[in-house]
């Protein structure tokens, strides 16, 4: 019952996430015409046995773009390898669904999070650190944290480290971050939109933070999210009082996956490119992850840090 209950829940929050449009089977052949996803071969799935007594695991909702799994996703994995040698790095994803289309059309295998963690105790690792890749602390997280609470009694001493937006630093690092990763297409005829998430969670004023963030500090910048506030409705009425003729899509999503691919920089009417190709703008997209960028990696490094420094208090 167990079992059928966290497929359930893994099914709930992949919908609610956006990432199907109807059932699997035309996700999965939307996602094989529409794009090259990339080589899988070329991505380390970390589910390694002979972990030894102190893991590192990263869990990450997960994304079937093999490209950008490797370079956003992938490179936070080598970023923390690199600061924490003692420590054995993992894999899990929280979404069963992207693990089992990976699985079937790649033949690559993920853990999930029950997996890694059973792996965990079977190896006898003594000491835990969960780092998740979440942006926020939303439902996600927190049904993360509440999982890894179930299996606290199998290792000495656990931590789960904070996600991406915690603190003030937290916002002001990574505005920074993208607003220079972007600086490039900022000449003042330029509207550079950030495409966000959201979720309907207390956490999705992260946004409304960030875009104040950018009023306070930077010009030309905005955010708008998929799945909640601001919507698109109300990012193209902030671009409509400037004086722009292009806008740069990005987005604000450790991944480029099926919302940047699609939703973000896809050819149907509805997806963002389209909509603010007939309002007369030219549009550029930028598919590119927060994963790829070295200050985000940093700064989960050092959430990490954090998490395993708690181990001793």
Not at 67 to 80: F, K, N, P, Q, Y
Not at 160 to 187: H, I, K, W
Not at 214 to 231: K, M, Q, S, W
Request: glycine share 8%; net charge negative.
């Amino acid at each position: 019952m167990k079992n059928i209950c966290l497929w359930a829940l893994a099914v709930t929050v992949f919908l609610a996430a956006g990432f199907m449009k109807g059932a699997s089977p035309a996700f999965a052949a939307q996602e094989e015409e529409n794009q090259e996803t990339g080589d899988a071969s070329l991505d380390d799935p970390r589910n390694e046995d002979g972990i030894g007594e102190k893991e590192l695991l990263v869990v990450s909702f997960g994304t079937s773009y093999n490209d950008s799994r490797r370079l956003t996703i992938g490179a936070i994995e080598e970023e923390l390898e690199e600061a924490f040698a003692d420590w054995s790095i993992r894999r899990a994803f929280t979404s069963q669904i992207i693990i089992d289309h990976v699985k079937d059309r790649d033949g690559e295998i993920i853990d999930n999070v029950k997996e890694a963690l059973e792996r965990a105790a079977d190896n006898g690792v003594r000491q835990l650190v969960v780092q998740p890749t979440h942006l926020m602390d939303g439902y996600e997280y927190h049904d993360l944290v509440d999982e890894v609470a179930e299996f606290s009694d199998a290792f000495e001493r656990v931590a789960v480290g904070e996600p991406l937006l915690s603190d003030e630093e937290d916002f002001a690092r990574v505005a920074q971050a993208v607003t220079d990763a972007a600086a490039e297409y900022n000449d003042g005829s330029t509207a550079i939109v950030f495409m966000g998430h959201g979720t309907q969670a207390d956490s999705n004023g992260i946004y409304a933070k960030l875009q104040e963030l950018f009023r306070d500090e930077y010009e030309h910048y905005y955010i708008g999210t998929v799945e909640a506030e601001p919507a698109l409705e109300d990012v193209l009425a902030l671009v409509k009082e400037g004086e722009y003729t292009r806008v740069v899509l990005e987005p604000l999503m450790v991944v480029a996956g099926d919302h940047a691919n699609n939703d973000m920089a896809g050819e149907d009417e509805d997806s963002w490119k389209s909509i603010f190709e007939a309002e007369g703008y030219e549009v550029i997209p930028v598919l590119k992850g927060l994963g790829e960028m070295e200050p985000v990696r940093k700064l989960y490094v050092e959430h990490a840090q954090a998490a395993i420094d708690s181990l001793a208090e």
